[in-house]
T-cell receptor
Framework: QKEVEQNSGPLSVPEGAIASLNCTYS??????FFWYRQYSGKSPELIMF????GDKEDGRFTAQLNKASQYVSLLIRDSQPSDSATYLC??????????????FGTGTQLKVEL | KAGVTQTPRYLIKTRGQQVTLSCSPI?????VSWYQQTPGQGLQFLFE???????NKGNFPGRFSGRQFSNSRSEMNVSTLELGDSALYLC????????????FGEGSWLTVV
């Protein structure tokens, strides 16, 4: 079993729709959870992090965490073609910067169609 | 505020050679970590440095090494290069005082021929 699992996609959604990206993790001791966006040929860009159960909203993005189910998700509202990218879920054992050993999923490719 | 700076951006090396990659973290960030990204394995953690000390290490052979200087700049070295070392090498910096701030540089694309 992989430590962090994501559906590789591609996930295709029409412009303006909600895109839902999911991630499960195996280490119950994980404390911090990140979503990165990576465009082809570019480096990962931090979108959001979450460490408490529940929802965290930032603009069009909402991260959801359920530690009991070991599940974290990212919702993108009003999806735009510019959101088309690979979304990487990452998990860290630490709450502070001391937990910088991120374990990444393989990423979900999102395609937002006109 | 400048971001994470990595040099060189692109390089081609021959099998058996060694390579050194450099990373300058965001000003004020004292933690630097390195990752390797390949199409087959995805993003994998190499090691992390804080205050010139290696704090975490991933599952890579000893050919991969790194260090951090007193100004928080970091270098990683790969010796005896193999074809499979061809990858995007990413550096990330973090501010210990601010929770969950891990930002990546643009990476160094290494091709081993």
């Amino acid at each position: 079993q992989k430590e962090v699992e994501q559906n590789s996609g591609p996930l295709s959604v029409p412009e303006g729709a909600i895109a839902s990206l999911n991630c499960t993790y195996s280490d119950r001791g994980s404390q911090s959870f990140f979503w990165y966006r990576q465009y082809s040929g570019k480096s990962p860009e931090l979108i959001m992090f979450i460490y408490s159960n529940g929802d965290k909203e930032d603009g069009r993005f909402t991260a959801q965490l359920n530690k009991a189910s070991q599940y974290v998700s990212l919702l993108i509202r009003d999806s735009q073609p510019s959101d088309s990218a690979t979304y990487l879920c990452a998990v860290s054992p630490g709450l502070t910067g001391g937990g910088n050993k991120l374990t990444f999923g393989t990423g979900t490719q999102l395609k937002v169609e006109l | 505020k400048a971001g994470v700076t990595q040099t060189p951006r692109y390089l081609i090396k021959t099998r058996g050679q060694q390579v050194t990659l450099s990373c300058s973290p965001i000003s004020g960030h004292r933690s630097v970590s390195w990752y390797q990204q390949t199409p087959g394995q995805g993003l994998q953690f190499l090691f992390e440095y804080f205050s010139e000390t290696q704090r975490n290490k991933g599952n890579f052979p000893g050919r991969f090494s790194g260090r951090q200087f007193s100004n928080s700049r970091s270098e990683m070295n790969v010796s005896t290069l193999e074809l499979g070392d061809s990858a995007l090498y990413l550096c990330a910096s973090s501010d210990e005082a601010v929770r969950n701030t891990i930002y990546f540089g643009e990476g160094s694309w290494l091709t081993v021929v």
